[in-house]
């Protein structure tokens, strides 16, 4: 029978804040949950601080949940400061090496998420290596896992199999985004933020409403906060979201 898992039993938010606060950035395993309802509360309340003191101030922190082993995990990071902290983007594509029937090269597209414990992977820190077998040479991804837990290619191409994720397009933050009918003006609050959006690949909201505060548009960043950015503790909203909004009048 499969033990309790400790952070289920007791998890330690005043410990698990401060260890993040040490690590601005990255990600920390703050407990686990038995069912996905309790676990998705938890996330939620994080960037709030919503009875959890732990976490203050509101803003301080962001959390996300995902299935676990033992459960349902949430993750957290401490990402107060001036400087925008990477995303953590919903998938990775990678290559990875096949022998079913030969030798071969198959690209797939994973979560980002350990299939283990729901930590971040090594999404941002691929690597490729080239071996050689049956006489050709071939080249592959690697990457490590930040919670220790490893990916092998037979469990990789499995997880693709059992759980298909759509291999993202050219930029990650097009996906369910509307179209911008005509182009805003470079100068424009939302043309600010699409040019940079185009140079920084998975650039999300909170990193454009930074950005729009340092443009001289604060007005138009504090609306974005107040009337866009709500409900959305997770981070889903992307860059060019901000920038279909605000072109399409939503700052007005």
Not at 142 to 157: E, K, P, S, Y
Not at 173 to 178: E, G, L, W
Not at 192 to 217: H, I
């Amino acid at each position: 029978m499969k033990s309790r898992s400790v952070f289920r039993a007791r998890p330690d938010h005043v410990a698990v804040a401060t260890a993040a606060r040490g690590r601005r950035g990255v990600w920390f395993l703050a407990g686990v949950y038995a069912t996905v309802d309790s676990a998705s509360s938890r996330a939620r309340h994080v960037p709030k601080c919503k009875g959890m003191p732990a976490y203050a101030p509101a803003g301080a922190f962001e959390a996300y949940h995902a299935r676990h082993d033992d459960g349902y995990a949430v993750w957290v990071r401490y990402v107060a400061g001036d400087q925008p902290v990477p995303e953590l983007p919903d998938r990775m594509t990678v290559r990875v090496c096949r022998r079913e029937s030969g030798v071969g090269i198959v690209t797939v597209t994973v979560s980002t998420r350990c299939p283990v414990c729901g930590g971040p992977r090594g999404f941002d820190a691929i690597e490729e290596y080239r071996f050689r077998e049956a006489g050709a040479w071939f080249t592959a991804d690697d990457w490590i896992n930040r919670c220790g837990h490893i990916d092998n290619a037979q469990a990789v191409l499995r997880e693709s199999r059992e759980r298909p994720l759509p291999a993202p397009g050219r930029d990650l933050t097009a996906i369910d985004c509307p179209v911008i009918p005509e182009p805003p003006a470079p100068d424009s609050p939302a043309g600010v933020v699409l040019a940079a959006a185009a140079n920084w690949r998975g650039m999300r909201a909170r990193a454009a409403v930074k950005l729009l505060d340092e443009s001289g548009f604060s007005r138009e960043a504090e609306l974005v906060r107040a009337e866009l950015l709500v409900g959305d503790s997770r981070g889903y909203k992307s860059a060019r979201e901000v920038a279909h909004w605000l072109h399409t009048g939503g700052a007005s």
